[in-house]
């Protein structure tokens, strides 16, 4: 039930792009995008929804392939407050209003 | 205005002892919920809450009992707590999310260690 996300980890220099990926085994009907810094709360980033639609983050992109249940976070000339830990949530699982998180994907961008 | 606040921030306490973390959201959303991240970083949802009561119960302990005296407050009292029970504990909020996509707020956590 819980998806699953790829990489564990990234470590990038200012301005490299990177991709993390997010897959579930259940249909999804949109996937959520989180950012937590070290020590702090999750952060929303964006919501992808069936048919295209997203709702979030100006400088980061991300796609949702309703088909294959796949979503990908897409970070593009990396900044170093792009720092953190990236979790993929998927909005109620097994028709309960719940979000489910995948174990979450390590950034560091370093200088 | 904080959205999501819950207190303490922080809690040491040692095995066997029965504590409490409070949580409080303004920004008028059905549902709550708590979450536990453990060490390896992993959010795990324990319990949600719409409109006071108890939708879902992740197979938590019963010694983990949340309440819910109105829907702007989820409050989580934990007995007899154990060396596993550290962990740092979350408190959120949303709009249903069966019926209008909308994110959910975190408070700032709670990090519990118990010795």
């Known amino acids: 039930q819980q998806p699953v996300q790829s990489p564990q980890a990234v470590i990038l220099r200012e301005g490299e792009d990177a991709v993390i990926n997010c897959s579930s085994s259940?249909?999804?009907?949109?996937v959520h995008w989180y950012r937590q810094k070290h020590g702090e709360a999750p952060v929303f980033l964006m919501i992808?929804?069936?048919?295209?639609e997203q709702k979030g983050h100006e400088k980061i992109s991300a796609s949702f392939n309703e088909k294959k249940q796949q979503s990908s976070l897409y970070l593009t000339a990396s900044q170093l407050s792009y720092s953190g830990t990236y979790f993929c949530?998927?909005?109620?699982?097994?028709?309960?209003?719940?979000?489910?998180f995948g174990a979450g994907t390590r950034l560091a961008v370093h200088p | 205005d904080t959205a999501v606040s819950q207190t303490p921030k922080y809690l040491v306490t040692q095995m066997g002892n029965d504590k409490s973390i409070k949580c409080e959201q303004n920004?008028?959303?059905?549902?709550m919920y708590w979450y536990k991240q453990d060490s390896k970083k992993f959010l795990k949802i324990m319990f949600s809450?719409?409109?006071?009561?108890?939708?879902i119960n992740e197979t938590v302990p019963n010694r983990f009992s949340p309440k819910s005296p109105d829907k702007a407050h989820l409050n989580l009292h934990i007995n007899s707590l154990e060396l596993g029970d550290s962990a740092v504990y979350f408190c959120?909020?949303?709009?249903?999310?069966?019926?209008?996509?909308?994110?959910?707020?975190f408070g700032q956590g709670t990090r519990l260690t118990v010795v």
């Open positions: 809450y719409n409109n006071k009561e108890l939708i």
């Open positions: 949530g998927t909005p109620f699982s097994g028709g309960y209003n719940k979000l489910i």
């Open positions: 259940k249909a999804l009907y949109s």
């Open positions: 920004l008028g959303h059905d549902t």
């Open positions: 959120a909020s949303s709009q249903d999310l069966r019926r209008s996509y909308t994110e959910a707020f």
């Open positions: 992808l929804l069936k048919g295209g």
